[in-house]
């Protein structure tokens, strides 16, 4: 079971993800909070696997409950998709570096919420389709020093992190190639080490700066 809490000032987003999610036979909704500090406080006393987080809050906003929620060793295990609209791209940004699994545009379909958290429960990082191109291409923008291990990749691994910086999940990617998903996570688990990435978000950064693509 996937426990999966959500922080947004606005009663309306809440009801709304409670109600696609309490017809989720492997996704519990196990807790709401209204502002950053409450979104800092129910992941600490409850710990879900997931938090959806609005990133425009009162008083303690999204990108400061991050911070603090990916900066606590006791919640290691807690994903932080952001929840996010197409003016936001600036924080969408500053939250990537912070650490979020994920981005989600408010008003896309009830499927693409229940991917991501299905997506980012599994330890993959989850990029809007609708946001990922221009969000990447911001954050791309200011040309960095090639990582040293971009030498080290084999032909295998630069297919694959191809379509993780399409911001593909492990299936996806499997589907694409014809391999299993174990292997899609062994491949980007070693390209990650070999690139120096922390985790798969900022692994997507760095697969779209150095301009890996996927076949064809």
């Given at each position: 079971?996937?426990?999966?809490?959500?922080?947004?000032?606005?009663p309306l987003v809440r009801a709304g993800v409670r109600v696609i999610l309490d017809v989720e036979d492997d996704i519990e909704l196990v807790g709401e909070a209204a502002d950053g500090a409450g979104a800092v406080a129910l992941a600490r006393r409850l710990h879900p696997?997931?938090?959806?987080?609005?990133?425009?809050?009162?008083?303690?906003?999204?990108?400061?409950?991050?911070?603090?929620?990916?900066?606590?060793?006791?919640?290691?295990?807690?994903?932080?998709?952001?929840?996010?609209?197409?003016?936001?791209?600036?924080?969408?940004?500053?939250?990537?570096?912070?650490?979020?699994?994920?981005?989600?545009?408010?008003?896309?379909?009830?499927?693409?919420?229940?991917?991501?958290?299905?997506?980012?429960?599994?330890?993959?990082?989850?990029?809007?389709?609708?946001?990922?191109?221009?969000?990447?291409?911001?954050?791309?923008?200011?040309?960095?020093?090639?990582?040293?291990?971009?030498?080290?990749?084999?032909?295998?691994?630069?297919?694959?992190?191809?379509?993780?910086?399409?911001?593909?999940?492990?299936?996806?990617?499997?589907?694409?190639?014809?391999?299993?998903?174990?292997?899609?996570?062994?491949?980007?688990?070693?390209?990650?080490?070999?690139?120096?990435?922390?985790?798969?978000?900022?692994?997507?950064?760095?697969?779209?700066?150095?301009?890996?693509?996927?076949?064809?």
């Amino acid at each position: 079971m996937i426990r999966v809490a959500v922080a947004d000032d606005q009663p309306l987003v809440r009801a709304g993800v409670r109600v696609i999610l309490d017809v989720e036979d492997d996704i519990e909704l196990v807790g709401e909070a209204a502002d950053g500090a409450g979104a800092v406080a129910l992941a600490r006393r409850l710990h879900p696997d997931v938090l959806l987080m609005d990133v425009r809050m009162p008083g303690t906003d999204g990108l400061r409950a991050l911070r603090e929620i990916v900066g606590d060793p006791d919640l290691a295990g807690t994903r932080v998709v952001i929840l996010t609209t197409f003016d936001l791209d600036e924080y969408v940004g500053e939250a990537l570096r912070a650490g979020a699994s994920g981005f989600l545009v408010k008003d896309g379909e009830p499927g693409e919420l229940l991917r991501a958290i299905r997506v980012v429960a599994q330890g993959d990082a989850l990029l809007s389709p609708s946001v990922t191109r221009r969000l990447l291409g911001q954050l791309a923008a200011p040309a960095g020093p090639v990582p040293p291990g971009l030498a080290q990749l084999t032909e295998r691994e630069r297919e694959v992190l191809g379509y993780v910086g399409q911001g593909l999940s492990n299936e996806e990617i499997g589907e694409r190639l014809r391999i299993s998903p174990a292997t899609v996570r062994t491949h980007v688990s070693r390209g990650a080490v070999k690139l120096g990435a922390r985790d798969r978000a900022q692994l997507v950064v760095i697969v779209y700066r150095c301009g890996l693509q996927p076949p064809g």
